[in-house]
C-alpha cells in the first residue's frame, strides 16, 4: 500500500499544485484586468480633465500669442533695419522688375491724382465758403474788440466826456440849435 499511498500522495499533491497554479493564474489575470480597467479608468479621467482646461484656457491661450505676436511685428516694422530693408525690396523687386514696375507705378499714380485732387477740392473749398466764414469772424472779433475796450460801456451807448459846467438852472438839459440864415 505504500505505494499506492505514494501515488495518492503524488497526484492529490500534483493536483494541488495544478489547482493553485490555476488559482494564481486566475488571480493574477484577475490582478492584471483590475490594474489594467484602473489604469484606463485614471488615463480617461486625466485626458478629460487635460482637455476640460486646454478647452477652457484656448482663447486666452490663442489672444495671447496673437498680441504677442502683433506687438512683436510692429516693433520690427517700427525699427529703422525693417525700413531700409523695405526700401531695398521696393527699389529692387517693384522698379527693376517689369511685370512688378508698371502695377506699382500706375497705382502710384492714380493715388497721386487722387491726392491732388483733394488738395484742390480743399483749396477750393478755402477759397470760396471758408473765407467768408472767415472774414466775418474776423469782424466780429473786431467788434467785439472795439466794445469791450476802455470808455466803451457794455450797451454801447459810449463815453463820453462831460466838462465841468454850471449850471445855473436846475432843470433839464437842452441841446442848442443853430439856425442857419444863409442858403
Known sequence: ???????????TGDMVTTVA?????????ASDKA???KALTLGEQIATYTCDNLNAKIPTIVTSITNETINKLRTKINSEQFT???IKVLQA???ENGEYSEKFLSKFDK?????IKDAKVRHDKKESGTDEIDSLKLEIAEL????????????GAGYHKRTKRSRKSGGKKTKRVRFSTKK
Open 84 to 86: 531700409t530693408e523695405f
Open 21 to 29: 497554479e490555476q488559482a494564481n493564474d486566475f488571480v493574477k489575470e
Open 144 to 155: 467785439n474788440a472795439k466794445l469791450n475796450a476802455p470808455g466803451v460801456s457794455q450797451n
Open 1 to 11: 500500500m505504500d505505494k499506492v499511498t505514494a501515488a495518492a500522495q503524488q497526484i
Open 35 to 37: 490594474a489594467s480597467d
Open 111 to 115: 493715388l497721386f491724382d487722387m491726392i
Open 93 to 95: 523687386d517693384l522698379l
